[in-house]
């Protein structure tokens, strides 16, 4: 296990009790999210807890540092080698813990390649496309039927109309005249590619209904019908494909959305 991040949240834990009120809501912030406090100001860690710029300086001094940079270097350095060690997980021959950690450094391993196949560019297009269409309608079959009906469920959590199509009911070419021009289409395709998704995007294409295609490599064969690509690495151990790469894409999304949303007053 990683000992100086356990350590660290153990020195915050011992200190927990005798911390003001608001030194606490520091306190808790940093316990869940250690990896986004450690590329935080002293004044972006204070509002995400609720707490002033003087409340988080005088929590790390409670802990025992000489001030917030201190502090701050000695968090980025256990963040650092937890990180590490999640993307260097040794293999044990422990009983029951062979698949645990072969699987959790497979999804490590899809999302770091995601982060470096995806362009920022393009995930920002894709978030004012999803922000400018009236309705969001989401598609896919087997595996990703069921991240079709996450990504339409996230994006209704953040205010986005959205809906995921049906699966064994109609067709998606019959529910495909459900959409028009003003609407996006979210096509999720992995290996083995189905036929019935691809003939979709392809005809959503010729309507002139963008289409925004999850997949797991630029050259997939669903990107000759899509506007906008999200390649996300679904490699796993077993026959199907892992969607934790594609939760973490669903989930960013969703928080930019929020994060435009408030900006503009939506």
């Known amino acids: ?31 869940h999210n250690m990896r986004e406090a450690a590329f935080l100001s002293v004044t972006e860690i204070g509002e995400k807890c609720g707490a002033s710029k003087a409340t988080v300086v005088r929590f790390a001094q409670e802990l025992g540092f000489e001030g917030f940079i201190d502090f701050r270097d000695k968090l980025t350095e256990a963040v650092n080698t937890e990180f590490a060690y999640l993307t260097h997980l040794q293999l044990k021959n422990e009983s029951g813990f062979d698949s645990l950690f072969q699987v959790a450094r497979q999804d490590v391993d899809n999302i770091n390649e995601t982060f ?50 049906r699966q064994g009911y109609q067709t998606f070419e019959e529910q495909l005249h459900l959409l028009s021009e003003d609407d996006l289409l979210v096509v999720f395709s992995f290996p083995p590619y189905s036929t019935e998704t691809l003939e979709l995007a392809e005809k959503a294409k010729k309507a002139n209904i963008k289409v925004v295609a999850f997949t797991n490599k630029l050259t997939a064969p669903i990107a000759e019908f899509a506007d906008f690509l999200l390649p996300v690495k679904s490699e796993n151990l077993i026959y199907c494909n892992s969607i934790a790469s594609s939760l973490v894409v669903v989930n960013a999304l969703a928080t930019e959305i929020a994060i435009r949303s408030a900006k503009e007053g939506r």
Do not use: C, W
Request: aromatic share 10%; no cysteine.
């Open 1 to 31: 296990m990683n000992r100086e991040a356990t350590r660290f949240r153990q020195q915050i834990a011992d200190s927990y009790n005798r911390l003001s009120a608001n030194q606490k809501k520091v306190a808790d912030y940093l316990l």
């Open 116 to 165: 470096s196949q995806i362009n920022p560019e393009v995930f920002r297009d894709v978030v004012q496309s999803f922000l400018n269409s009236k309705m969001i309608f989401a598609a896919g079959l087997g595996i990703s039927h069921l991240l079709s009906e996450i990504l339409a469920y996230t994006l209704l959590q953040v205010g986005v109309r959205s809906v995921a199509f």
